[in-house]
């Protein structure tokens, strides 16, 4: 008779959990940023068709990067609970909180589950409220861990490397413009190489509690994005006027002489500085 192949649990559950992490990593990185009138919505995504972000609720919205027929399903799961929770009670009774648990619960049990394999998914889902201490996202991992971001929050992909550039950056009640710039960029700083993301390659929304409708949740569409990146743009830095000498020479405009100057004897000067191998090139 055979012995039965036997897996511990904990070598179980750690490769679960790689496999998930491998598949979430192969993605592109998707951040939320909270601003001043609501929060903004911010990824990396190629397809005009097949969104990552998308309206839940009044004032709610959804975020996912990974496998898109797993988080597409969880969005729906979520646009139902919603609309019979507010059709059943109140439509102030749907709250991100209790969206956010249902989430949890639902990837947790997946998770857990020896039959079937974890969802390779990471999703958010926000609230607006009306001033920015009220406003609430929430963010969950393959494995049902259920986090209360604060700030900003950043998944898929590089996530870390575009976390510190954010977290570098990030500033309390910066405007619509601003942390699209610093969202835009941020993207562009998931590898060794620095990228300039078009507005084509990337997907925008954003929950804005000045709107006067009860549904806050607003795509922005490539031209408004154009606009207001090329409006956010930093000014290049001017450069020093130059004037030609009858030589031919091109030196930069100064009203001092240009004759050198000896350094004075009671100058100390510094010697050259030792190389450093460590500096990136």
Known sequence: ??????????????????????GIAKGRSAIALQYADGILFVAENRSPALHKVAEIYDRMAFAAVGRYNEFE?????????????????????????ALANAYAQTLGAIFSSGG??????????????????????????????IADVRGYAVMGGPAEQVADYVGEH??????????LRLAVDALGHDGTEVRQLTP???????LDRTR?????FKRISEETLARILSESKPD???TEPVEAKPGGDATPASSADDTPVAPA????????EEPDDNRPL
């Open 73 to 97: 399903n969880l969005r729906i799961a979520g646009v139902r609970l919603a609309d019979m929770r507010g059709y059943s009670y109140d439509r102030r009774d749907v709250t991100g909180r």
């Open 236 to 238: 290049e830095t001017p």
């Open 265 to 272: 004897d009671d100058v100390p000067i510094a010697p050259p």
């Open 200 to 206: 084509d390659q990337i997907e925008v929304a954003v």
């Open 1 to 22: 008779m055979s012995v039965p192949f036997y897996v511990s649990p904990e070598q179980l559950m750690r490769d679960r959990a790689d496999f998930a992490r491998k």
């Open 212 to 216: 006067t409708q009860v549904r806050k």
């Open 116 to 145: 079937e394999k974890p969802l390779e998914v990471e999703i958010l889902v926000a609230e607006v409220g009306t001033s920015t201490a009220e406003d609430q996202i929430y963010r969950l991992t393959y494995d049902g861990s």
């Open 170 to 179: 990030f500033k309390e009640g910066i405007s619509l413009a601003g942390a």
